[in-house]
């Protein structure tokens, strides 16, 4: 198998880390295959906001509980449950991507920087996890707050998450639902 496709298959979502920051040359090299990445037109709607300050992921993490908890208990992630928890899951690293929201392709552009971030990461030794659910901080009333703290371009918003530091779990590969492939030829 080749390289890539060793690094794609490896690949899991890490839930547990240990508390050893990143150097800054893992944080270099993790942005830089974001910067990598392919967008439509070559607009790079994107922008990175590393975030290890932890007193920023708690107060987010709030924020995220607040708005999960008004919905309605059976369309909430059963994650909730656990007094526990934490949205991202005490990562000592935290890399949010805003985005443009003028740009038609933004979320599709974030998600394939995202999964470069990923995939470098695993290349590298590092586990992480890629997070949708901090977007209800950006439905807070502390939003605006938010976006000014992660530094947002004012033109951008939340897009996705990604928890990256040194996996303190082993996950196995996840079944592949053959179902989910069709042919037409």
Request: some cysteine; glycine content about 4%; aromatic content about 10%.
């Amino acid at each position: 198998m080749n390289q890539v496709l060793s690094v794609i298959s490896s690949r899991r979502s890490h839930r547990a880390y240990k508390q050893d920051q990143l150097t800054q040359e893992q944080i270099d090299i993790l942005l830089k295959a974001g910067m990598d990445s392919p967008s439509a037109v070559n607009r790079q709607p994107w922008h990175f906001t590393v975030v290890q300050n932890q007193e920023l992921l708690d107060e987010l993490n709030r924020a995220v509980w607040e708005e999960t908890m008004k919905q309605n208990p059976e369309g909430r992630s059963g994650r909730f449950n656990d007094p526990d928890f934490h949205v991202f899951y005490h990562a000592p690293t935290v890399i949010f991507i805003s985005a443009d929201r003028d740009n038609y392709w933004y979320h599709m552009d974030s998600g394939i920087a995202c999964q470069n971030i990923c995939l470098a990461a695993e290349s590298i030794g590092l586990g992480t996890v890629i997070l949708g659910m901090p977007r209800a901080a950006f439905q807070n009333e502390k939003a605006e707050e938010f976006r000014k703290a992660l530094l947002f371009p004012e033109t951008h918003d939340f897009t996705i998450a990604i928890a990256v530091g040194i996996p303190d779990d082993n996950k196995p590969a996840h079944l592949h639902a053959k179902d989910r492939i069709s042919y037409v030829r």
